[in-house]
């Protein structure tokens, strides 16, 4: 441009010169003949002067924008770089960031991009959870229970109202849920966890009218959780699942595996608690080898007959009102801040302590997980009764083993799972709540042997419908003092009577409670409003008891159907 402007500039001062030297030479006395073609031409001469001229003057108010842009751009250089310069000092003064802490954001992000269903509140992520649940329950024989079966059979003999069937609908299974998760740090994740359905009775719950049933604790506790890679270690305390209960995923909470059924109560066979306790989790090997250890909340079960009154009447909760006083399942105003009507707190001063080791590895393609439990108990009762010192405390120990598999046959089609647990009293980890411990005639407590089994599998048939089927027993043996005439499965009880309604000799304790259960769910809805769902059991319980003198061993036998129509919003 600058070139350009050098020639167009020497060309308009060229023509300049030559117009100035035409006007200057003297005039001619001589006629002039082309007077004509001589105007027209300095006429054009000066046209195009004013045409360069004008030219020239673009050109310079062009530099002079050119320079204004040069000048803006290199103020804006500067400010950018006063901007690095700041940004750099912050770097160098804030501490290292790690790659783990990037990744950790980064995934956080995503998170937050991809999963509207959570909240998010001062750095922690809070995901809501539950069902809405409108259950139908029809049972042939008469119970008297809920959506949570008790599995404890009536014979004709024992209620009258065994003849008559049942049928009613139930909210009370519905259930709210929340988990509040956040990071302290790249390797720590500390949580808390509540669950909490509708199935607690207050002294005023009745279906009458109101159907005023009270919120219930179902879970509630919290976790850290400390990551080194490939092993970690794992810290709970709260109300949760017991150790003993069967997982699908290491010994973590909110992965155990649970009977898929509509019964609230499961399948007899099924080894569960939720209570109270704390749990102590390591894992290795890349999170393949899980060992685990827990103190949980203790409670005894009595059972047993064929014992003087004043230990009866200890086991009912009532003390005594005989010469002795023994004392192993208190009421009354011993239990102020309890529901003491139907609820008994047994005497009870050391937790259950549970140890669990689960494995979990792939074959072929086929995910499986194995684990084995042991569980120590101690049972305590005060004596006051004859033959033994009066005022004297007496503890009584007792243990338990078990184990699980859970395993897919068929990848995403078919999975399998067979517990098993046995020892002494172990009655109420069991669904059936067959009992702990019975007595013998001078007031001491035993632990009653037993063992519980469960079978069953769950076919995914469709992406949006699962079939299942289980089978499952509980079982305690014989157990007898005094020469056969006190503890549990007494001879010289009769049966004679059990299937004459109202009969009056049907004394037998329980021996054996086992089920066969199966039913599907259908998820009829699953979109951006959440998931619906209709789900269908059927159920078989046999309650049988123990043989008498006459050979009589009778059992009592129910047929359940449920069906569930569930909502999950979140």
């Not at 079966?149 to 259930?175: D, I, T, W």
Request: glycine content about 10%.
């Amino acid at each position: 441009m600058n070139i350009r402007f050098s020639l167009l500039a020497t060309a308009a001062a060229s023509a300049v010169l030559a117009g100035s030297a035409a006007h200057a030479a003297p005039a001619k006395k001589h006629h002039v003949t082309h007077k004509g073609s001589a105007g027209a031409s300095n006429r054009a001469l000066i046209d195009e002067v004013e045409s360069l001229k004008a030219e020239v003057q673009d050109l310079k108010e062009q530099i002079g924008i050119q320079s204004s842009a040069q000048a803006n751009t290199q103020e804006q250089v500067s400010t950018t770089q006063a901007q690095v310069q700041a940004v750099q000092a912050q770097v160098q003064a804030a501490p290292p960031v790690t790659p783990e802490e990037v990744n950790t954001k980064i995934a956080s992000a995503i998170d937050k991009e991809h999963h509207n269903d959570k909240f998010y509140f001062k750095g922690i992520t809070i995901t809501p959870g539950g069902f809405l649940e409108l259950a139908g329950i029809y049972r042939d024989r008469f119970q008297g229970d809920d959506i949570a079966s008790s599995f404890n059979v009536p014979f004709p003999s024992q209620s009258r109202a065994s003849h008559a069937e049942e049928g009613r609908f139930s909210a009370r299974q519905s259930r709210v849920s929340f988990l509040a998760q956040g990071k302290p740090n790249a390797h720590t994740t500390a949580a808390m966890y509540g669950e909490f359905d509708f199935q607690g009775g207050a002294q005023t719950s009745n279906s009458n009218q109101s159907n005023s049933y009270v919120p219930r604790i179902r879970n509630l506790y919290g976790t850290i959780d400390w990551d080194n890679g490939d092993s970690g270690v794992h810290f709970l305390a709260g109300q949760n699942w017991s150790l003993l209960t069967l997982q699908s995923k290491g010994i973590t909470p909110r992965a155990e595996v649970t009977p898929p059924q509509i019964d609230a109560q499961y399948v007899p066979g099924f080894a569960w608690a939720r209570q109270p306790g704390v749990r102590i989790a390591a894992d290795f090997m890349n999170h393949q080898l899980w060992v685990a250890l827990s103190a949980e909340n203790p409670q005894t079960t009595f059972g047993g007959t064929g014992v003087p009154g004043t230990i009866t009447s200890a086991i009912l909760g009532n003390g005594s009102t005989a010469a002795g006083g023994n004392q192993v399942n208190p009421t009354g105003s011993f239990q102020q801040f309890y529901n003491g009507v139907g609820s008994s707190l047994s005497l009870n001063h050391v937790p259950d302590f549970i140890g669990k080791v689960a494995y979990e590895t792939n074959v072929a393609g086929h995910q499986l997980h194995i684990e084995g439990f042991g569980i120590y108990r101690t049972f305590s009762e005060h004596l006051d009764a004859t033959g033994v010192v009066a005022g004297s405390n007496r503890n009584t120990h007792s243990w338990g083993y078990g184990g699980s598999v859970n395993v897919q046959i068929v990848p995403k089609m078919l999975d399998a799972q067979f517990s098993y647990i046995g020892g002494r009293g172990i009655g109420r980890y069991g669904s059936a709540g067959l009992p702990d411990t019975t007595f013998d005639k001078e007031g001491n407590i035993h632990p009653l042997k037993e063992f519980m089994m469960l079978a069953g599998a769950t076919l995914h048939a469709t992406p949006k419908l699962d079939v299942y089927a289980f089978a499952g027993e509980e079982q305690e043996r014989r157990q007898l003092y005094d020469a056969g005439s006190a503890g549990l499965g007494v001879a010289t009880l009769l049966n004679t009577n059990c299937q004459v309604e109202g009969g009056a000799t049907c004394a037998g304790n329980t021996r054996r409670i086992r089920q066969l259960t199966g039913g599907f769910w259908e998820k009829f809805y699953q979109g951006p409003f959440g998931r619906a769902q209709v789900g269908l059991q059927y159920s078989y319980t046999q309650r049988e008891l123990f043989r008498d003198v006459n050979g009589l061993e009778p059992q009592a036998h129910n047929s359940m159907a449920f069906v569930s129509f569930r909502y999950y919003p979140f």
